[in-house]
């Protein structure tokens, strides 16, 4: 059910990014799927770069916890408002406008157990020494929105802020 006035705004939003149909986000889907099997069970989640906000819905569909949702895009957070209520997820998605972790929202619910990061090569390998800040011990990072080509750039920036890769799966050259 989309709410009177919002039919417009999602459209935009869908073509300006994305509908959840994409490789990276079914690709952080298929993770989290992985986690929820294996029994994975965080507390405070946080989806950077949320867009459309889908995969914090995904992950409040199977957590019961409030995940944050955060995107530099104001239409991205309206939409992502839009899509929260057209899900029966109002209360359970919160969502700001927020450069990577800076809104005192996402500050203040640190550190994370898990963090969604589907987003570009550039802002994900920028983004490797805050998530090291912002994530707790033990914590999963699932960073999605590159090409193949780019995942060593991208892993290397990782390794060298502390992380250990666990996985990774190409999805065609994504």
């Given amino acids: ?18 509908t959840g149909h994409h490789a990276t986000t079914r690709g952080c889907l298929l ?20 867009g459309t906000a889908v995969l914090a819905m995904a992950a409040a569909r ?8 955060g995107d530099i895009g104001p239409v991205a957070v309206d939409t992502a408002r839009a899509n929260v209520i057209a899900n029966g ?29 589907n987003i570009l090569k550039g802002p994900l390998i920028e983004l490797a020494p805050d998530m090291a800040a912002h994530l707790a011990p033990g ?14 750039a991208v892993t290397a920036a990782y390794d060298a802020a502390g992380f250990t890769l666990e996985g990774r799966e190409d999805l065609g050259e994504w």
């Fill in 1 to 18: 059910q989309i709410p009177e006035g919002a039919q417009s705004l999602l459209i935009e939003a869908a073509m300006a990014f994305g």
């Fill in 31 to 50: 993770a989290l799927d992985r986690m929820v099997v294996a029994g994975e069970n965080p507390h405070r989640i946080v989806d950077i770069g949320a």
């Fill in 62 to 69: 199977v957590f019961p916890v409030i995940v944050l949702a």
């Fill in 89 to 117: 997820l109002d209360g359970r998605v919160e969502c700001v406008e927020a450069v990577g972790f800076d809104h005192p929202l996402i500050e203040d619910a640190a550190p994370y157990d898990l963090v969604f990061a």
């Fill in 139 to 152: 914590g999963i990072v699932i960073l999605s929105g590159l090409l193949v080509v780019q995942a060593e």
